[in-house]
């Protein structure tokens, strides 16, 4: 009697979410690039990520698998060079209070953009809007200051008091369809 183990068919690994086209700085030249959700507990991920030029505490945080234990690793990558894009780490959270930062929301810890890219923040913002959306979180805010990652401004966020950037649950379709008429996203099954 032959008995294979339960989790040989299981794919443990970074994940393709979409496809979309993202366009070269200067010469415009239009890449297909595909956002990826990556799995920490995946040792080629955690080398992939580690020898990338990703920010630094966003190459740590995910390396390190005590730290960000319950966060979300997104990375949006060119096909041909595997180039990074975009990248951010999300979680979520809920705030008992009342009023218009109460209740279920997503935060995004860390973020990092290729400056060689025109508008690399919005299709991997539109997904990030798209899961909140469907969790029923009322806003995204960001961890970090909004000098941080100008490029928010693009993507309907607003600079808050706190001079973070914040979105709320209304503009959420708006980023979303804007991405997906301006990048192509065409979402993988």
Known sequence: MNINPVNNSCNFGKSPIFNCTVKRKGTNQKEGATLYIY???????????????????????????????????????????????????????????????????????????STDFVDPATPLLAHIAKTAMEKGDGYIATSFRAEEAPSFKNASFSETKYENWVIPERRFVGLIDRAEKRAGIEYIV
């Open 39 to 113: 799995d920490k507990r995946n040792p080629d991920d955690r080398k992939e990520i580690r020898e990338s030029n990703l920010p630094v505490r966003l190459r740590t945080n995910f390396d390190n698998l005590f730290a960000a234990k319950n966060a979300k690793f997104y990375c949006l990558q060119t096909d041909g060079t595997q180039e990074f894009v975009s990248a951010a780490q999300t979680s979520r959270h809920y705030k008992p209070e009342e009023g218009k930062y109460g209740g279920l929301h997503t935060i995004i810890d860390e973020y990092g953009e």
